[in-house]
C-alpha cells in the first residue's frame, strides 16, 4: 500500500509529539472497540499521560498507519518512537513484565498472597487428567477478569504453593492481586470457582428506575449520564440527564473518584459497558439504570415515550 507523503509526515509527527503514542479506535477516554479498550487498560496501569489518535476521525490515517507501521491492525502502539506493536504484542510484553521497563515505569512487583480453598483443589483434582503435574495458572485481566487454567511456569512466572498446587502468576497479573482466595461453589442454584480479590475495584451496581426516582426527588447529587445518541434523546430523556458525549466524558472522568455516577441507555446494555469503564478509570460509586429508559418511561414516567 502506498502511503501519501503529508499523512507520513503527519504520522512521523504524531508519533514524535509524544513518548507514548497509542493509534486506536475511539479516545483513551472513550475506547470503541475491545483491543483498543484493552490496550488502554493497560497503559493506564503504568502512565498518567499519553498521546491518543483517534483512525477513526480520519480514515487516512487509519490506513496510512498501516502502511506506515507495515502492520495490519489497530490499535498500534508506539513509545519513544519504536513501534511496540498491537494488542496482543502488548498484552504479551505486559504479562512478561517487559513493558513497564519500555514506559519507563516502576517494575518492582511483589510476590502475591494467593490461598486455594480445599473445596477448590477437590473441583481442580476432579478436572485434571491423571498424572498431569499440579500447577496452576492465575491471569488477571486489566478489566479484573479472571482466568484459571493447568500450565507449565515461565521464567517471568511467581509460584506460590497452596495445599497440592503450584499456582503461576504473571508478573502483570501480579501487580492486581492481593490476598486472593480461589475457591469453588457447589449450590443448588451455582456451582463453579469464585475468585476473591482484596485489590479488585468496585464493580457496577444495578440501580432499579424507582430507586433512581427516590434519589432524585430526595436531591441526591449523582452525575446523570445518557449514553444513547442524540437522535434518541430527541425522541425520550430523562430530566437531569446529560448526554454522554466526548467533552462530557472528558469532564466527569476528572471529577472525584467518589462521585456518584448513574448511567442509563434505551434498555441498559450500552450504559452497562460505559458503566463498566468508569470502574476501570477508578471510579467507586457506579450505577447501571436496569431496563434504561424503557423501563423509565413503563415504570416512573409515561409521559416519556417508549421506541
Known amino acids: 500500500m502506498s502511503l501519501d507523503a503529508n499523512v507520513k509526515t503527519e504520522i512521523a509527527n504524531t508519533i514524535a509529539s509524544d513518548d507514548v503514542v497509542l493509534f486506536m479506535k475511539g479516545r483513551r477516554t472513550m475506547p470503541q472497540c475491545g483491543f483498543s479498550a484493552t490496550v488502554v487498560q493497560i497503559l493506564n496501569q503504568y502512565v498518567d499521560k499519553y498521546t491518543t489518535v483517534n483512525v477513526l476521525a480520519n480514515p487516512a490515517i487509519r490506513e496510512g498507519i498501516k502502511a506506515y507501521s507495515e502492520w495490519p491492525t489497530i490499535p498500534q502502539l508506539y513509545v519513544k518512537g519504536e513501534f511496540i506493536g498491537g494488542c496482543d504484542i502488548v498484552k504479551d510484553l505486559d504479562s512478561q513484565g517487559q513493558l513497564a521497563t519500555l514506559l519507563g515505569a516502576n517494575t518492582d512487583v511483589s510476590e502475591p498472597k494467593v490461598e486455594l ?29 479472571y482466568n484459571l487454567g493447568f500450565d507449565a511456569p515461565s521464567a517471568q512466572d511467581f509460584e506460590i504453593q497452596s495445599l497440592e498446587y503450584t499456582i503461576v502468576v504473571d508478573r502483570a497479573s501480579a501487580r492486581r492481586a492481593e490476598n ?47 449514553v444513547r445518541t442524540e437522535e434518541e434523546r430527541r425522541i425520550a430523556s430523562i430530566d437531569g440527564a446529560r448526554l454522554l458525549d466526548q467533552a462530557v466524558m472528558e469532564e466527569v472522568s476528572e471529577l472525584d473518584k467518589d462521585t456518584v ?45 417508549r421506541y
Open 180 to 226: 486472593v482466595v480461589i475457591d469453588f461453589l457447589n449450590e443448588a442454584n451455582a456451582s463453579g470457582f469464585k475468585i476473591t480479590n482484596d485489590a479488585a475495584p468496585a464493580s457496577v451496581q444495578e440501580l432499579s428506575v424507582e430507586a433512581l426516582k427516590a434519589k432524585m426527588d430526595a436531591g441526591e447529587e449523582m452525575q446523570l449520564l445518557d
Open 261 to 305: 455516577l448513574v448511567l442509563h441507555c434505551h434498555h441498559g446494555g450500552r450504559s452497562q459497558q460505559a458503566a463498566q469503564h468508569f470502574i476501570g478509570l477508578g471510579f467507586k460509586n457506579v450505577y447501571n439504570v436496569t431496563g434504561g429508559i424503557d423501563a423509565w418511561s413503563a415504570k416512573v414516567d409515561s409521559s416519556v415515550q
Open 117 to 145: 480453598t480445599e473445596a477448590a483443589q477437590t473441583a481442580l483434582n476432579a478436572a485434571a487428567e491423571e498424572g498431569e503435574p499440579k500447577v496452576l495458572r492465575l491471569e488477571i485481566s486489566p478489566d479484573f477478569r
